[in-house]
């Protein structure tokens, strides 16, 4: 309920700044049609009970998201006879939908605005402000002859013209000379009247003489009739702002008396609506009040307060027991509905000891927390303590097919020791001895001896990183299976905690780029959801799926990313520099890698070994410049850096299996003889070229092909 009037007085609070005294808005109306309530600078009512509401339901039909509109009229000279009172500016929400379910209603009074205009408006020209169909919205004095709309023949200068000009016309049997504009905005238009005569020449002394007597008469009579009808009228003019807060009323009622028991009949019906509200909300303080006692943060003052709307326990003597659930795993549930479940637990501990529970449970943290009454009887307090968890657990499992271990705290005997009763039954729940399902731990047995610190496991933690930088998951599993196991020998909870996340922080250092992953995508940090998890198996699967598993697939597509990268580099270097001494050994300069380890990732990234590949494209290019050259054989042999010609020939016939002199002898021909239409024998001049390439490719096998295909000799 506090919540609801700090978000309505804040809500206020915002309605009010958008009326700034400069910019004349003398009311904000905040509409929500689907829950249908409306809020003003005076209250917050249902719409049922606002008067007018049907202008909110004319707003919603309306195809614009944003729009004026003016109604209401007052008395006046000339055109103020038909001029409206008020001018609207609406705003509905969600824009552009048809079915809009805010509207926002802001409100100026038309004395502001002819405030406005006379501020702007000169000497001898009267400023107006007209509507789309030419309505006069407001006008900064009295213009003779025009009753509320401009003239049909203005309407026509203006349609007729660009959203600015000057024109003459006749008003009132006098010339007149209007200058307007159009606002892009809005589509108002405002209009600027001087006469014709008064721009002519001065007024006449007599004319305003005449004008002031009879303003004078006016002014008398009207604060004589007003001071008089004031005194009869103010008891009632009280009552009517006392009832309507001090402003106007919506509905407009010519009768203040039926506007004050309207009023009056609505404050009725606020106050039983508030009266069911607060009965409605007693559960949740109780809750609330519960949860401060548990937490520590509940005053004596703040008790004695809230001890007006909660009965507090008859007992002297009460303790806590905190159920929680064991584990999702094995069972027809998934983690999204831990939620859900825990709130069945508590409906099922709240209807189970409805006799025994000084306060309804409620759910702290990843437990359901009761505070029980403990009533003077021949049963000890273990026995009567273990009789009630007994039946907490048989119904659990009953109705949930679940199994839950309960935390159970000392005997306290004020309700200030309700925070200290809390922390032994979550304490008892994070024994770490007395691990598994189905638990039954008091604080009293599990309470912490000194003892020595459990040495930190570091041989398997470094069999386990070991393990990842091999890439051996079968292995990781079964060292974090062994390394887990050894943490949880561990005498305390802390002492468990400090060292699983020091293995965590080991492990992540082996991928320090995916530090990201710390922080979840939601706002639990990957400590936190560490920290919630419940026994030895779900640390194991966690680690194994949420941490290993992932930095394993990460530094496998590393490793396959660094064998092509270095592959793609070597294919480079060998086809950009295969007529140089280019040994691994060369390689492993350059690219800076060992000379092995580019043997293997080249096998590995290929399928050839690096020398048979060099060969084989030495070789594919020498037969190229064999057939489509004059180049000599020595000179080839030279260029590809063999000893000797004779070498040369004796590796083309033993990897080639042909003879380098008749190609050369053959390219020497086709060179020197060609035939003088080459479009005649060029298909017989292909044949050798493809036919030389089709035997070398069956001769080696698939990696020759790969050689000769690099080297635009073959197609694989």
């Known amino acids: 309920m506090g919540s609801n009037f700090d978000f309505f007085a804040d809500l206020t609070s915002l309605l009010s700044g958008i009326q700034s005294f400069e910019m004349g808005v003398s ?21 049922s009970e606002a008067q007018n509401t049907q202008r909110f339901q004319d707003y919603a039909s309306r195809s614009e998201s944003s729009f004026w509109v003016s109604e209401g009229s007052v008395g006046g000279e000339g055109i103020g006879k038909l001029r409206p009172s008020m001018v609207r500016l609406v705003k509905k929400f969600p824009i552009y939908s048809r079915k809009p379910s805010i509207i926002v209603e802001a409100q100026i009074p038309d004395y502001q605005m002819q405030k406005w205009l006379s501020l702007a408006g000169g000497d001898g020209g009267i400023l107006m402000i007209a509507d789309r169909q030419g309505s006069i919205l407001t006008a900064s004095g009295p ?97 009517y702002n006392l009832s309507t807060g001090g402003g106007r009323d919506l509905r407009d009622h010519s009768d203040e008396l039926l506007t004050v028991g309207n009023r009056l009949t609505a404050l009725m019906q606020t106050e039983s609506d508030l009266r069911d509200r607060t009965a409605r909300q007693q559960s949740q303080l109780r809750d609330y009040t519960v949860f401060r006692l548990l937490t520590g943060h509940m005053k004596r003052s703040d008790w004695e307060e809230l001890a007006k709307y909660i009965t507090p326990p008859e007992a002297a003597t009460f303790f806590i027991v905190s159920v929680q659930i064991d584990s999702l795993l094995r069972t027809k549930y998934e ?58 657990q048989r119904a659990v499992l009953q109705f949930l097919q679940l199994s839950v271990s309960v935390g159970i705290s000392s005997e306290y005997g004020g309700l200030s020791d309700m925070a200290a009763a809390y922390r032994e039954s979550t304490f008892a729940l994070q024994d770490p001895i007395n691990f598994g399902e189905g638990r039954v731990l008091f604080f009293q047995d599990v309470m912490p001896a000194r003892a020595e610190v459990r040495p930190y496991p570091d041989n398997l933690e470094l069999e386990l990183i070991e393990s990842i930088e091999n890439r051996d998951p079968a292995s990781a599993d079964s060292t974090l299976h062994e390394l887990v ?33 710390l922080q979840g995508h939601d706002t639990k940090t990957t400590f936190e959801r560490l920290f919630e998890l419940d026994g030895q198996e779900e640390v194991e699967v966690w680690f194994r799926s949420s941490i290993i598993g992932p930095i394993l697939k990460d530094m496998s597509e590393r490793s396959e990313q660094q064998v092509t990268k270095i592959s793609n580099a070597m294919l480079q270097m060998i086809h950009e520099g295969f007529d140089t001494e280019l040994t691994l050994e060369v390689c492993s300069k350059k690219l800076n890698y060992h000379a092995d380890y580019l043997r293997r990732v080249f096998k590995k990234g290929t399928g050839i070994n690096y020398s048979d590949y060099l060969a084989q494209y030495r070789l594919s290019m020498a037969k190229d410049w064999l057939m489509n050259t004059d180049m000599k054989i020595a000179e080839i042999a030279e260029k590809l850096k063999y000893h000797s010609p004779q070498n040369f020939i004796r590796y083309f016939k033993k990897d080639g299996g042909n003879n380098a002199r008749p190609i050369s002898g053959q390219s020497s021909r086709r060179i020197t003889r060609r035939p003088s239409n080459p479009c005649r024998f060029g298909f017989f001049l292909c044949i050798p070229r493809y036919v030389s390439s089709w035997f070398l490719s069956v001769q080696e096998g698939p990696q020759m092909n790969i050689g000769l295909a690099s080297a635009g000799l073959v197609q694989l």
């Open 27 to 47: 009311d904000v109306v905040l509409v929500n049609l689907d829950k249908a309530w409306l809020i003003d600078n005076q209250s917050m009512i249902r719409l």
């Open 143 to 239: 213009v003779a002859g025009l009753e509320g709309t401009l003239p049909a023949n203005w309407l026509s200068e203006m349609r007729g013209a660009s959203n600015a000009g000057l024109f003459h016309a006749e008003l009132g049997g006098r010339q007149v000379v209007c200058i307007y504009r159009e606002s892009a905005y809005n589509g108002w238009r405002y209009v600027s009247v001087s006469y014709v005569q008064t721009m002519t020449q001065d007024v006449r002394t007599i004319g305003w003489t005449t004008f002031a007597l009879c303003l004078g008469i006016l002014l008398v009579t009207g604060a004589l009739a007003i001071a008089l009808s004031r005194n009869m009228y103010s008891p009632i003019r009280r009552l």
């Open 335 to 392: 983690p999204n509905d831990f939620d859900l479940l825990m709130f069945a637990v508590q409906n099922i501990v709240g209807e189970l000891l409805a006799e025994d529970q000084a306060f309804p449970p409620i759910c702290m943290e990843r437990a359901v927390t009761a505070v029980l009454k403990l009533e003077t009887g021949s049963l000890t307090f273990k026995e009567r303590a273990s009789g009630i968890v007994e039946r907490i």
């Open 485 to 517: 196991s050894d943490i949880y020998k561990a005498n305390s909870v802390r002492e468990i905690q400090f060292a699983l996340v020091r293995l965590l922080i080991d492990i992540m250092k082996l991928a320090p780029h995916q530090w990201g992953m």
